[in-house]
């Protein structure tokens, strides 16, 4: 069965600095989807990222990037210039085709000024 | 554009209560459909999804039950509420296209007392 794994319960970053956040998973599969999920104090899931297993390129938005790396098992989430609207918890999380999104547990991220 | 509502937002119910939650999806055709829970602290957990009307699986045995009664409804239900019902629950939507982005609805807070 696949697992996601968040090993970093807590963070904190001060403003316009960069924090990077960690995720491993487990799977045999070779083709599926890697996601990273914001969840502000509003509770609602907001999609921050998307990668597919098949493309090398690491995905990009704005000040968010991925380091993906394949063969590790490994997608970590970058955020530079943070903001204090970045303060949320970050879920990591794992899709197989044709399949119901795996979550990581969380990590929960605090900007401060 | 899509959109995704569920509701109600909050609810406060009695130990051995029955439960209806509702969640509708505007602006696509069969999407695939989910139920998930947040208990407090934690990550997500899948509880049900459906690729089709009356398609319904279960991820998790529980107390609680899943109906599909039209193409862009997804009901949440429960005969009879257990303290450990208590959670925040989610519901998503995502194309039938498999590795598509999975997005949420606002989330109910269900409290059981």
């Known amino acids: 069965a696949q697992t996601v794994t968040q090993s970093q319960p807590e963070m904190s970053v001060q403003e316009a600095e960069t924090v990077t956040l960690s995720c491993t998973y487990d799977?045999?599969?070779?083709?599926?989807?890697l996601f990273w999920y914001k969840q502000p104090p509003s509770r609602q899931m907001i999609l921050v990222i998307r990668?597919?297993?098949?493309?090398?390129q690491n995905a990009t938005e704005n000040r968010f990037s991925v380091n993906f790396q394949k063969a590790a098992k490994s997608f970590s989430l970058k955020i530079s210039d943070s903001q204090l609207g970045d303060t949320a918890m970050y879920f990591c999380?794992?899709?197989?085709?044709?399949?119901?999104?795996?979550f990581g547990k969380g990590t929960t991220l605090s900007v401060s000024s | 554009s899509q959109t995704i509502h569920q509701w109600p937002a909050t609810l406060v119910q009695p130990v051995g209560s029955p439960l209806s939650l509702e969640c509708t999806v505007e602006?696509?055709?069969?999407?695939?459909l989910y139920w998930y829970r947040q208990a407090a602290g934690r990550g997500l957990q899948l509880l049900f999804y459906?690729?089709?009307?009356?398609?319904i699986s279960s991820e998790v045995p529980q107390n609680l039950s899943a109906s599909r009664p039209q193409d862009r409804q997804f009901i949440l239900s429960s005969k009879k509420l257990l303290l450990s019902d208590s959670g925040f629950y989610l519901c998503?939507?995502?194309?039938?296209?498999?590795?598509?982005?999975?997005?949420f609805g606002e989330g109910s807070w269900l409290t059981v007392v």
């Open positions: 459906s690729v089709g009307i009356g398609q």
């Open positions: 602006g696509t055709s069969n999407p695939n």
């Open positions: 990668q597919e297993a098949y493309k090398q």
């Open positions: 999380a794992f899709r197989q085709a044709g399949t119901a999104l795996i």
């Open positions: 998503a939507w995502s194309r039938p296209d498999s590795g598509n982005t999975i997005y």
């Open positions: 799977t045999s599969e070779n083709n599926y989807y």
